[in-house]
C-alpha cells in the first residue's frame, strides 16, 4: 500500500461492491446515490499531498475526467500546505 508522499495514480472505485469493500460509510454514500468515486492526486514538487476525492454514479468517472479533475487537485495544493502541521 504507497504512503502519502508516494506518486499515486488516479484511483477509481465502481459499483456498489467497490464502494462497499473501500469504504464503511457506503451506506451513507449510496443514500446520495454514489455508487463510484474518483481519487485525484494532490501533488506538490513530485510529493503526493493527499486526495481529492469525488464522487458518483457508477460509470461517472473516466481516463477524460480523471484529466480534467487534475488541474483541480493542483488548484488544492495550498489548502493542503496550509494545513500542514509543522
Same mark, same amino acid.
Given at each position: 500500500?504507497?504512503?502519502?508522499?508516494?506518486?499515486?495514480?488516479?484511483?477509481?472505485?465502481?459499483?456498489?461492491?467497490?464502494?462497499?469493500?473501500?469504504? @464503511?460509510?457506503?451506506?451513507?454514500? =449510496?443514500?446520495? @446515490?454514489? !455508487?463510484? +468515486?474518483?481519487?485525484?492526486?494532490? +501533488? +506538490?514538487?513530485?510529493?503526493?499531498?493527499?486526495?481529492?476525492?469525488?464522487?458518483?454514479?457508477?460509470? +461517472?468517472? !473516466?481516463?477524460?475526467?480523471? =484529466?480534467? =479533475?487534475?488541474?483541480?487537485?493542483?488548484?488544492?495544493?495550498?489548502?493542503?500546505? =496550509?494545513?500542514?502541521?509543522?
Amino acid at each position: 500500500m504507497p504512503s502519502i508522499g508516494d506518486f499515486v495514480p488516479v484511483h477509481f472505485i465502481r459499483g456498489v461492491e467497490g464502494m462497499r469493500a473501500t469504504f @464503511g460509510d457506503c451506506a451513507a454514500l =449510496a443514500e446520495f @446515490g454514489c !455508487t463510484s +468515486r474518483m481519487c485525484v492526486p494532490v +501533488r +506538490r514538487a513530485g510529493r503526493t499531498l493527499g486526495s481529492m476525492n469525488l464522487d458518483g454514479d457508477e460509470g +461517472r468517472h !473516466t481516463a477524460l475526467t480523471a =484529466a480534467l =479533475a487534475q488541474p483541480f487537485a493542483t488548484l488544492a495544493v495550498p489548502a493542503f500546505l =496550509a494545513t500542514q502541521v509543522a
